[in-house]
């Protein structure tokens, strides 16, 4: 095989798995580094600048950088990476007004209109307003947040914290106007503005179309606006027996919020079994650990509605043949009465643009919704952008941020006429970490402490009223073994072939024999040589160059790596060394020089 | 050196050996020698050895003496019984802990000043009883533990790390342990892994006294240039006498070999040692072709490794002395000690 080319960003990057699988690529080892120091507000600014809303994310993120983290391979739990966020957003300074983005008070004429005032717009005006755009933002709703405020219940998330980072945006000096629906794009056209923003989200939840819907109404409700009408306390009460029909993250939030609005027996039905069950694991253990009955294998047939009113749902009894994780056949076994008094409905939810005029000259696709750019995120209607839900479906919070950042670097160079295409690309730094002869400035020595577990409120106390918050944050103690456990992947092994004096010392030492030295020969045979069988074809090989006495190469497989660094502290000649890598994502902000 | 220990780290999918035994399993404390010290590789490579055949560390005894590679066996199979004995001393101790548990599968290492300057004779004796264990002497040529000064191992000729030029012929203890009887001798370097592995799997298995001398860098005192026991000299002159496969008990010699290119020894457990030739002629069960050969070769500068010299049908120390078959420490104290009338027995045979 050919040298690693190790100069493109992408090669480090990807090691550093936590923080390539964050979609707005957070550098989750850095800030986990400063919380061990107690640096806490430099760790929320550090995320702020990467996923904007770290105080709300550091609760109810999905987390898509905690299957990927590396302690996953040792047969142990993530990081906690997500909680550990919250406890940076948790002992921050108060005032943190000196250190975010300052807004120029001459601004550049540009004016660009957003609609809807959640994460995916909110991101692109923090981004924009600093290079001195003037953003409008309309929100349907008397509050801003969107998603983030509407479906989300507070025992989740706080409204404190809520607003607080919102505030931090808004008070920009952008022009929010509240309870202003667009109810036509081309009239916002035609007000001239620069750009405009769509990140209206995905606010039509399905609906479920089996007898007795009609009739039933009063008592069956759709999962995101029977949130929404919670969150703005114009429900305030619940059926003492509910069901639950679907069972991804909204469900979730539905079974234990109707808990908290006085059900006393909650039901979540599910039409497969648990391995096919959309919602985060977390997020089912914690309905579990509320008592809500999680039932596998039924099929929703129809409401039973008895004197105009509901009083419960059938199902169909269903049983599965699977094959290697896929439903190959399904048959129906029988059927049964469930009785309810309410039935709340979380079968996913979709986007919808009646809004939007056909005659803009903006394409749609066969779903009729718009055709928009996966890296530009505008659609084919100049100037017009796209990001967060209402660009691609349903994702999450993390995601609708780096749409809007992405959106954000679209439309400034729209803006300013240069090509959307023409982006800057990610630069990488990487620096020594050495201290003396084997000392690193940084935590090396392998922590095998368990996963830290997250105290919750007593069950008694919870459901008192909705906005007791379930999870307690960590506590110091718990912080400080948790932050040990992170393997400081950013840390990178570096190989420099002409030092090596193929001693052998690095091969013995390694805790997991990621390292092999052999004659160099193509992929298949190489990957056959190495001391511990491959078995993440996904994570990159390192191949040295040539070494110098015996031609032999230094291969080694960065999945099995755990950055321990006694490589580089048995190496004699310093062959190996320890260096941070640093990444430049570029922001509106850079784009406008 | 590092300061912090190797991590037992629980990865899925570890492979065990025949008795449910982890690699981690045969490894020891942490090395305090020097970063990149030729003896941490042939620790490494005892490991595997014994890992690879799966010996029980609670039947292994370690032994040694004093100096930089004395002080390896502490570095591996941490559930060994172990001796660390006074300077050249080892082969005393291994003497008697072989007449005492004969089961014990004894392996010694030494260094180049312990066997051959101070434990010289002791060397030579457990050659000569051909004691049964392996005797490994780590060669760096230095003495690393007082600074690097030359051993007897060292070449005539060979530069120091300020630049003396050693004055005195070396000792060789390949050659020595030959001319003094020995049963099994090799010569392997800290940087070829395969061939040192292959080589401790078969003296461990050899009946008798396996003396592998192993070329073992000190990076810190004897890895310059003008230096005969370096990385870069011993690979430059590196020179393969033979090549051996161990094959265990249970398996077949499945490769075919060209008749007169390989030698096939037999040892007393059913496994087999497979030597392939690579210098036409070499014959590693012939004395005299030996001594000829090594000779030959020193005057032309090589270092030549591989297993050189076998004589698998050798008798070993209790074979000589006809000892009891059950070891010393199983006998009841009624047969070590048959009491006064039996002592008096045989003083009388011997009026």
């Known amino acids: 095989m050919k040298p690693t080319n190790t100069n493109k960003p992408d090669y480090f990057h990807k ?111 923090n981004d924009l307003m600093p290079v001195g755009y003037e953003c409008t933002i309309f929100e349907a709703l008397a509050e801003p947040g969107g998603l983030m405020r509407t479906n989300i219940p507070s025992f989740r998330l706080p409204e404190k914290v809520l607003d607080e980072e919102i505030a931090y945006i808004t008070d920009m000096g952008i022009d929010l106007r509240l309870n202003h629906p667009i109810k036509s794009m081309k009239g916002l056209l035609d007000e001239g503005y620069d750009a405009v923003f769509v990140g209206s989200g995905a606010p039509k939840g399905k609906e479920l179309k089996i007898p007795g819907r009609e009739e039933g109404s009063a008592n069956i409700h759709i999962g995101i606006s029977w949130l929404e009408s919670v969150a703005f306390e114009h429900t305030e009460s619940i059926g003492k027996r509910v069901l639950i029909i679907g069972v991804g993250n909204t469900a979730m939030d539905c079974c234990r919020t109707s808990l908290r609005l006085g059900a006393k027996d909650v039901k979540v039905m599910a039409r497969k079994p648990r391995d096919f069950f959309k919602a985060s694991d977390w997020e089912l253990e914690d309905a579990e650990e509320e008592n809500v009955e999680i039932i596998v294998n039924h099929s929703p047939k129809e409401f039973v509605i008895e004197d105009g009113r509901l009083v419960g749902m059938v199902f169909n009894q269903v049983e599965y043949d699977i094959e290697h994780g896929r439903i190959v056949n399904q048959l129906t076994t029988g059927e049964v009465m469930v009785p309810c008094d309410d039935v709340i409905l979380a079968l996913g939810q979709e986007n919808a643009f009646p809004w939007i005029e056909r005659d803009l000259g903006m394409e749609f696709d066969q779903w009729d919704v718009p055709v928009v750019d996966t890296t530009t995120f505008e659609s084919t209607l100049p100037g017009v952008f796209f990001g967060g839900d209402a660009a691609f479906g349903p994702k999450n919070i993390i995601w609708a941020v780096e749409h809007g950042h992405q959106a954000a670097i679209s439309i400034h160079r729209h803006c300013q006429g240069e090509d959307l295409n023409e982006r800057l690309p990610v630069l990488m730094n990487l620096g020594s970490r050495k201290m003396g002869m084997h000392e690193w400035s940084f935590s090396n020595d392998f922590d095998p402490a368990a996963r830290r577990k997250m105290e919750h409120v007593e069950l008694s106390q919870r459901f008192k009223d909705l906005t007791t918050e379930v999870e307690l944050g960590f506590t110091a103690e718990q912080t400080q073994r948790e932050v040990e456990r992170c393997l400081n992947c950013d840390i990178q092994t570096v190989f420099f072939a002409s030092e090596c004096i193929e001693c052998d010392a690095c091969l013995d030492i390694c805790p997991t024999q990621c390292l092999t030295m052999t004659p160099n020969a193509d992929r298949v045979d190489l990957i056959d040589s190495l001391k511990a069988p491959r078995r993440n074809h996904e994570q990159p090989l390192f191949v040295s160059e040539e070494l110098k006495q015996t031609k032999r190469v230094m291969v080694k497989d960065e999945n099995l790596c755990l950055h321990c660094s006694l490589c580089a502290e048995r190496c004699p000649t310093a062959a190996w060394d320890m260096q941070k890598s640093l990444f430049n994502f570029p922001r509106a902000i850079d784009h406008a020089g | 050196m590092s300061f912090i220990r190797k991590p037992r780290i629980d990865l899925p999918n570890q492979r065990a050996n025949a008795i449910g035994l982890l690699k981690q399993d045969y490894e020891g404390g942490m090395s305090t020698l020097c970063a990149g010290c030729g003896h941490d590789s042939i620790t490494a490579a005892i490991v595997e050895a014994f890992w690879e055949l799966s010996i029980p560390p609670e039947k292994v005894v370690k032994l040694s003496g004093i100096g930089c590679s004395s002080k390896t066996p502490a570095y591996f199979m941490s559930g060994a019984h172990g001796f660390n004995s006074v300077h050249g001393r080892m082969p005393s101790v291994a003497t008697g802990a072989q007449a005492g548990n004969r089961e014990l599968i004894c392996i010694g290492v030494s260094g180049d000043g312990d066997s051959l300057s101070i434990g010289f004779g002791q060397f030579g004796h457990a050659v000569r009883r051909n004691l049964n264990m392996i005797y490994i002497i780590e060669n760096n040529g230095v003495y690393g533990l007082t600074k690097g000064q030359f051993s007897a191992a060292a070449d005539k000729g060979s530069k120091a790390k300020k630049g003396d030029i050693n004055q005195w012929k070396n000792i060789d203890s390949v050659s020595t342990a030959i001319s003094m009887g020995s049963s099994f001798v090799a010569r392997s370097f800290s940087g070829d892994r395969e061939q040192l592995v292959t080589l401790l799997k078969a003296g461990i298995m050899h009946p008798g006294c396996a003396i592998i001398d192993v070329v073992s860098p000190c990076v810190t005192f004897n890895n310059h240039p003008g230096s005969t026991k370096s990385y870069t000299y011993t690979r430059d002159h590196y020179h393969p006498a033979s090549q051996t496969d161990f094959v265990p008990q249970a398996n077949e010699i499945r490769a075919s070999y060209a008749e007169g290119e390989s030698i096939i020894v037999e040892l007393h457990d059913g496994s087999k040692l497979l030597l392939k030739k690579t210098d036409s002629g070499y014959d590693a069960t012939n004395r005299s072709s030996v001594m000829r050969y090594l000779e030959q070769q020193r005057a032309r500068g090589e270092v030549v490794t591989g297993l050189l010299y076998i004589n698998a049908e050798l008798p070993e120390m209790h074979r000589i002395y006809r000892t009891s078959d059950t070891p010393m420490k199983d006998l009841e104290y009624e047969d070590l000690n048959p009491g006064s009338e039996e002592l008096a027995k045989l003083q009388a045979r011997m009026r």
């Open chain 1, 15 to 125: 090691v550093v798995d936590c923080q390539w699988a964050c979609p707005a690529h957070t550098d989750v080892p850095e800030y986990i580094r400063k919380i061990s120091q107690g640096n806490f507000t430099e760790a929320y600014i550090q995320n702020r600048e990467s996923n904007v809303f770290p105080g709300i994310l550091g609760r109810v993120c999905d987390r898509p950088c905690e299957p990927a983290c590396r302690r996953g391979r040792t047969n142990e739990a993530p990081v906690a990476i997500c909680r550990l966020k919250r406890v940076a957003a948790d002992h921050r300074d108060e005032d943190i007004s000196g250190l975010l983005p300052v807004i120029p008070k001459k601004k550049n004429g540009k004016k660009i209109a957003l609609i809807g005032a959640g994460c995916a717009s909110l991101t692109v005006a």
